[in-house]
Structure formats: C-alpha cells, structure tokens
C-alpha cells in the first residue's frame, strides 16, 4: 500500500497537462490546452486539459478525470501504478508497506506479465555488464555498432547468455510463475522441459509509450543457417507487435517540440540517431507500418519523414506505406541515403551536424521523391509514364483533405507535365471505383436548384437533468464564492394584498442553492448528481480552502469521472476559438449571481410545471369527479406561483 502523505504529494506536485503533454500533443487554447484524443481516431481536436482545474476531457469518447485517471486510461495502469509512475516523474520518493506473498498472487494476469517483462530487462542487463560472455560478446558488439555505454544504458540494451535455461531458471528461483514467462515468450515450454526462446542474442527491449517493457527484439551474434537474424516476442497480452513503435518513448517529447517525427525500419538506426542528438525518431521494428503506428505518431504530429537506405527494391516495397501515411491526413516527407548506406551507417560515418544537414537537404516531398524515384524507369516510355502518373494519382487519392488533394494534384501537373484536368478525371474515376464520393458542396454546379432538406425531429431535452447539472456546476466552480442575491420576495402591502418587493441578501453561493432548494424541499432525481450534491455541500461547508482538483482527487472515480464531464462541457466552446471569428462569449464570472438564480427559479417553474400537468392528468382519470374542484383550486394554486416566478425570471439582474 502506498501512503496518504505520497498520494497527496504526488497530486500536490504532478501537472496535468506535463504529463498528457507526454502523450499528446497539445496547442495553447485560451487557459486551456486542446490536442487530438489518443483514444479515438479523430482529424480535429476535441481532447481539452485544463491546468486551473487539473483535469482533463476527451470530448470524442466521453473519458474525462484527473492526471491519475488518464494514465490508467491511455496506459492501462492500476492506481497504485499511475502514482508510482508520477512519483518517479517528478523525484518523489515512495513510502509503501511490503507487499505480501498473497498480494503478490493477487495481481491480475496483465501486471504480472509486466513484471515479469521487467524483470527479464534487468537480467538481460545484468548479463550484458556483469558477466564475462555478456561484457565479451554482447558488450563488445554494441561498442562495435559505435554506441556508447551511456547509450547503452538509456536504451537498456542487454544480453541473454548463450545457455538452454538461464533466464527461465533465474526467473523461477525469484518466483515469476512460469505460466507468465510462457505467455510473455520468453520461456518456451514443451512438455517436461523449459527453454529461453532468446538464447545467445543480444536484446533490445520495446517500450510503450510510458516506458514500460512489452517486449524484445533478439539479434544472434552467430553464423547459424537455420537461427533468423533478428527474433521478436510473440503476441501476448502486453505486447501487439502492430501497434507499438521502437523507440517512441524516448522519442515522444522530442517529436512533439520538433513538430516532426524522423521514421526509420531497425533498432540500430533509432538508437544511432539518438546518440547522433536526433531524437524525434522511431521504428517499425522491421515489421510493414500499419494504420495504428501512424495513429500513434499522429497524436505528436502531422509530420512524418520516412528514411530509406539506398536499397531500390528495399524502397520499393515500402512506398505502400506512404499511402497509409496519406490516408491518415499527415503530412510525408521522404529521404533516401546514398547506395549502401542506412541511417545506422550514415550516422555513424559523419559528424552529427552533416546528419542534420544532409537530413534538411535530401528530405523531398513525396511526389518530388516517387516521380524522381519511377520516373528514371519510365524514361521516354509513355506507357510507363502513365503508369507513374497513375500511380502518384493513386497515392494523392488517399489524401481525405480535398484542398491538400487539389495542390498536389497541381504539383503532379508540373512536375509530369500534364493537364490538370486529366488529373483531376482521373481521380474522380479512382474515387468513383473505391466507393468515394466528393463532398455535396463541389458536386454542385451553378444554377442547381436544392431541393430542401426534410426537418429532422429535434431530440428532445430532458430538462430537469440538465437543471440539476447546472447546479452542480455551479457549486463546482463558484460555491465558495461571496456574491449578493437580489430576489424578489412576496410580501403584504399596506392595503393588504401581496406584491413583489426587492431584497438583497450577500451568501456564498452553495448556501444560496442549499437554502433555496430546501426551502423548496426539492430533491435531485438523478442518482449519481444526489450523490455529489450531498458530497458537495457537505466538503464546501466543512473546508474553507474548498479546490475543485483536491476534491476530485478524493471522490469515488465514477463521482469524479462525472464532475469531469461537467466541468469540461463549460469549456467545449473554447475548442472553437470564437475570440478568433470576433465572437466574444460573456464569462459566467460576471453574472455569477444572475446565473444562480436563474438556474433555481427555473427548476423551481419546471417542478411547478411538471406538478400542474399530473394534476390535470388526474382530474381526467375515472373517479375523480368528487375531488375535481379541490384539484382545481391547487392547480389556480400552482399556476399564481408559476406566474410569480416568470415575473421573477425576467427580472433577474
């Protein structure tokens, strides 16, 4: 168990928006910070942080909650994981009891398979530095390959010993179960008998993007006709080979401030550049890209450079990753090394500054790149010319930006010297093939007549809900504040009958609403905001240092998950920019006052209003005949106070 005093401490000194800031890469907007949700695949920003509040909102899927709350979202962490990864974040020492054998049997199958992935990395180290075959054959190829012992650390690089059992046999003596070294592979079991599946090869370890360890890629060091080059661990739960990038962890702050992310294919090149000072680089680990790695760039930056080696087959094979470049909305750039060069190599024979020069330089556009690339094999042979030009408006049609489309289809035109006009038919045949149509908008020609559009049903509004969540965020963001109220008060006049009079009354804000509401003895109907209203009040009369972030810090994650969502629906509109279109929207703080008492007198009308519908509904039920006029004098009762509250309503200042 992790003490209090850490968890305070760890909320008292984490930053929201540092840490998702790791992640996501997020744009100033107003006070807020708003960046692409990493938990659905979106092309306009709808994940809003809050750095006053410390909390955070992903408008696309509904997850919203604290710094805590993220990590185990984007992560998968436990609780008690997310406050060990903060602590190490920011230098916080932990105080924790020991966990027990029983406590131990007790984590679910995913953290022991992350334990355990854990724990081969530091033996695999531990082989690497410490032993004599590790400091001989592994250690001596990394410094080889030009890495320094500093880079070998940062990167965790390590070395399973060239035994049938070692780190099996380590791992059972510390008791990880074998069924967790079997699922992770690193212990391959085949009846009686258990063996390491990355004997006598040098390891690299693949991070996620928090620095966890997934898995590993083994490299042999021998000349075995029949033992692959390079091995990776298999699919496992912690490990899905199509959805990690080498590297990215390292790499995450650096692509995020680069505002680019340099691509390359092996280990060795990723942890060349580093060393080189270029660190906005990652790999697909030697596997073809898929949609997911992209998408997970795509939450750092639009902008992606693919290095090539100078291998024109090699390269070949991987133009198709541009295309899933493309379809993903990013911006590619391509770079290619002279012929027998990789970025490994390169990196290594020159000094860092011609690496970045030679990086600025050679990166070409991809049409610049794939025209120069085929266009040395079409020559002056037209029908491979349009197979080229067919081929890059293959390429273009990928792009879902319609406007990004039309300017590279005009690079296209000049660079193969081609009409635009072919171009352009020829990508509307594309589209039409693949089931792609333009937007309505372009479909249209002048003088179209548009047919009007039927009127869909407005859903409607459950009104009460809303109420009783206005009220929540009102207690939320202004409870504790002093405000005066003005209301207007039913009171005898002199000749004897009732008129409104003015009063003004100066309260904080959620003994208004409290007041106000048991006055009424009005209840909350939905569950979840009876809960926190109770909570609420309670918090904002105990503590006079009352802070919405403590508060959500402490409550229950479901409470806290829903105080979330209506923090941040305040702020949506921001996500808009509308300072930008020179609509300005008046703060609430202005109106404190008015918005709370606008907000009870219409719940207040909306109860009156629900009351006058169920006792009409009565007078018209069988039976009721004898109590019709009684009915009726409540109704005139009801209908007097609605009156009274419209005239309320209206006058609200």
């Avoid at 990395?121 to 012992?149: C, D, M, V, W």
């Avoid at 003596?173 to 085949?190: D, N, R």
Wanted: with cysteine; glycine share 6%.
């Amino acid at each position: 168990m992790i003490s209090k005093s850490t968890i305070d401490n760890v909320f008292e000194t984490a930053r929201v928006e540092e840490v998702i800031g790791d992640f996501v890469n997020l744009k100033k907007s107003g006070s807020n910070f708003k960046g692409l949700s990493p938990f659905s695949d979106e092309r306009t920003p709808s994940f809003m942080v809050s750095p006053v509040k410390q909390i955070w909102k992903d408008f696309s899927s509904g997850k919203g909650g604290n710094v805590v709350a993220f990590l185990m979202e984007h992560e998968h962490f436990t609780y008690p994981e997310a406050i060990k990864y903060l602590a190490k974040k920011y230098g916080i020492e932990i105080e924790e009891t020991q966990q027990s054998d029983e406590q131990k049997l007790q984590a679910d199958e995913r953290e022991s398979m992350y334990l355990v992935s854990e724990f081969a990395s530091k033996h695999f180290q531990k082989n690497l530095h410490k032993t004599e075959p590790g400091k001989a054959i592994g250690l001596s190829y990394f410094k080889e390959r030009g890495f320094s012992l500093e880079t070998i650390k940062k990167f965790e690089l390590g070395y399973s010993l060239d035994q049938w059992d070692d780190f099996t046999k380590e791992a059972l003596a510390e008791a990880y179960k074998l069924e967790y070294l079997e699922k992770t592979g690193l212990t391959i079991v085949k009846g009686e008998q258990q063996f390491d599946r990355f004997k006598g090869r040098v390891m690299f370890p693949i991070h996620s993007m928090s620095g966890r360890v997934l898995g590993f890629g083994g490299r042999i060091l021998t000349n075995e006709k029949k033992a692959a080059k390079y091995l990776n661990s298999p699919e496992s739960e912690i490990y899905h080979k199509s959805k990690v990038l080498y590297g990215i962890n390292f790499a995450k702050q650096a692509i995020a401030k680069e505002d680019n992310c340099f691509l390359v294919e092996g280990y060795t090149d990723v942890i060349q550049f580093h060393q080189s000072g270029i660190e906005n680089v990652v790999s697909s680990s030697g596997t073809a890209l898929t949609p997911d790695q992209i998408r997970l760039i795509n939450r750092l930056t639009k902008n992606i450079t693919v290095l090539f080696d100078g291998d024109a087959a090699g390269i070949r094979a991987s133009l198709r990753g541009i295309d899933l470049i493309l379809e993903q909305g990013m911006n590619v750039r391509v770079c290619t090394f002279p012929e027998g060069e990789d970025p490994d190599s390169f990196a290594r024979n020159n000094s860092d500054e011609a690496l970045g020069e030679y990086l600025e330089d050679k990166a070409q556009d991809f049409i610049s790149y794939k025209a120069s690339l085929l266009m040395e094999e079409a020559k002056k042979d037209p029908v491979k010319k349009a197979e080229l030009i067919r081929d890059i408006v293959n390429s273009i049609s990928k792009i879902p930006d319609t406007i990004q489309q039309e300017v590279y289809l005009q690079e296209c035109s000049r660079i193969m010297d081609i009409s635009e006009n072919v171009l352009f038919s020829s990508l509307a045949q594309l589209n039409a093939k693949s089931g792609k149509t333009l937007p309505k908008q372009q479909q249209k020609k002048s003088f179209d007549v548009v047919k009007e559009e039927p009127h869909l049903k407005t859903p409607k509004v459950d009104e009460q809900y809303e109420l009783e969540k206005k009220i929540i965020s009102l207690l939320l963001q202004y409870g504790t504040v002093e405000e005066e109220f003005e209301d207007l008060v039913l009171k005898e006049k002199e000749d004897g009958e009732l008129g409104l009079e003015k009063e003004v009354q100066k309260t904080r804000v959620f003994e208004k609403i409290f007041l106000d509401l048991q006055e009424d003895e009005i209840a909350f109907t939905n569950p979840k905001f009876r809960d926190i209203y109770a909570e609420l009040i309670t918090r904002l009369n105990s503590d006079e240092k009352f802070e919405v972030k403590n508060f959500i810090n402490e409550i229950d994650p479901d409470q806290a998950s829903e105080i979330t969502s209506i923090l941040m629906e305040e702020e949506q509109y921001k996500l808009h920019e509308w300072d930008r279109q020179n609509i300005f929207v008046k703060a609430k703080t202005e109106t404190i006052s008015r918005h709370v008492s606008e907000t009870i007198l219409s719940l207040r009308r909306f109860l009156i209003n629900q009351k006058i519908n169920e006792l009409s509904e009565e007078i018209k039920s069988p039976g009721q005949e004898q109590q019709t006029q009684h009915i009726l004098e409540d109704v005139r009762d009801y209908l007097s106070l609605k009156k009274v509250l419209s005239e309320k309503l209206n006058r609200v200042m």
